[in-house]
């Protein structure tokens, strides 16, 4: 069970996070595009924190779970808790893949592959656009204002 409140923001809510997000953010967060390899910000990312869901602030993986898949995507072993990650079975473009969405607001962060390292042997393989990162120590976003675990640091 998570100490982070995973109910989904009201409409009013998603509607104020929505209109700051970029036409790239929009089109992978919200439409479930895909970056281009190898450009995101976070691929050769080395600094120790957490990446957050880009729209609601979720905290989603730690930097000690990344590694460098090769893929040109940034790549994770296990998520910060499994709670904060929705898996979805996706047959688009051809293939049979395994969707993941932020479990609080539903946006689009990448997909998970059964070929990652050791000890969970999963390749959470994400776009950089679905992300935001906090250095260690700082105090995660909390734009639900929702206080709690939120407003803490990690």
Known sequence: MSRFDLTPPSPEQRAALEAGLSA????????????APFCGVFLDN????TYCCRLCGLPLFRSSAKFDSGTG???FFAPFDAAHIR????????????????ARCGSHLGHVFPDGPPPSYER???NSVSL????????LPD??????????SV
């Open 73 to 75: 995507w940034p790549s």
């Open 24 to 35: 790239d953010e929009r089109r992978v967060l919200l439409q479930h595009g895909t970056e």
């Open 87 to 102: 898996l979805i079975r996706d047959t688009s473009h051809g293939m049979i893949r395994v969707e993941e969405v932020c």
């Open 124 to 126: 959470h393989c994400l």
């Open 46 to 49: 080395k600094r120790e924190g």
């Open 143 to 152: 734009p639900l204002q929702r206080g709690g675990a939120e407003a803490g």
């Open 132 to 139: 935001s990162f906090v250095d260690a120590g700082e105090p």
